[in-house]
């Protein structure tokens, strides 16, 4: 079985504050993904990578970056925290071009 | 432009009824086209996919769905649901080539009552 962990299930931080969030998955899977998930809006892709230190935006990057070094692993880095950037994010996985996606438990994120 | 619609928010039924949520679909193709479950806390959990062929697909959990090109749609169906279905569901559409994310639909809520 797939299996995609997320760094930690919930995460509290101040305004301003860079945070780190870590994806690892142990299928060498070629493309991962981070989501934010808010009520009412569904996933919303924030950034995906189809290769080791390859990247494309999704539809919402604005104050958020990427960083895959490793093929198992991608992070997800809020530069600058804000209340707005408040959410569940999710991360995800998949073998190839629009294949099935295998998701983490999610992060919980508080910017207070 | 792809997009996909699940027109119920919420829905509620009874354990043991049957159900069936919506999903319909915007795509200039043929698409991929997935059900994802998400239980209160967790990531989401792939239910079932329909790539090709028989147009009726079945998953896990006892769910089943069916892809209608005409109507562009793909909805979910369960004969009878149990206490543990109460979840949120999405839709998802994938393209063919391209791009390699899935688009989601905004979720239907799944409450069921004894």
């Known amino acids: 079985d797939v299996k995609v962990t997320q760094s930690s299930r919930y995460l509290v931080k101040r305004t301003g504050e860079k945070v780190f969030l870590e994806c690892v998955q142990d299928?060498?899977?070629?493309?991962m993904f981070w989501y934010r998930q808010d009520p009412g809006l569904g996933l919303r892709l924030i950034y995906f990578s189809y290769d080791v230190k390859m990247k494309e935006k999704g539809d919402i990057p604005e104050g958020y970056s990427v960083s895959r070094e490793k093929k198992e692993r991608f992070s997800l880095i809020l530069e600058s925290a804000s209340t707005n950037q408040t959410s569940m994010y999710l991360c995800a996985s998949s073998l190839q071009t629009g294949d099935t996606q295998y998701f983490g438990p999610g992060t919980r994120l508080t910017v207070l | 432009a792809q997009s996909v619609t699940q027109p119920d928010i919420h829905i509620t039924v009874s354990e043991g009824a049957s159900l069936e949520l919506r999903c319909n679909y915007s795509y200039g193709a043929t698409p991929y086209l997935f059900w994802y479950v998400q239980s209160p806390g967790q990531g989401l959990q792939l239910l079932l996919k329909?790539?090709?062929?028989?147009?009726l697909v079945q998953g896990i959990k006892g769910f089943e769905a069916e892809f209608k090109r005409s109507q562009s749609s793909f909805n979910l169906r369960k004969p009878s649901v149990h206490w543990s279905d109460a979840a949120e569901y999405f839709c998802?559409?994938?393209?063919?080539?391209?791009?390699?994310?899935?688009?989601f639909g905004t979720g239907t809520r799944l409450t069921v009552i004894p």
């Open positions: 299928m060498d899977h070629e493309n």
């Open positions: 329909y790539f090709s062929g028989d147009t």
């Open positions: 998802a559409v994938g393209p063919l080539t391209g791009a390699n994310n899935l688009f």
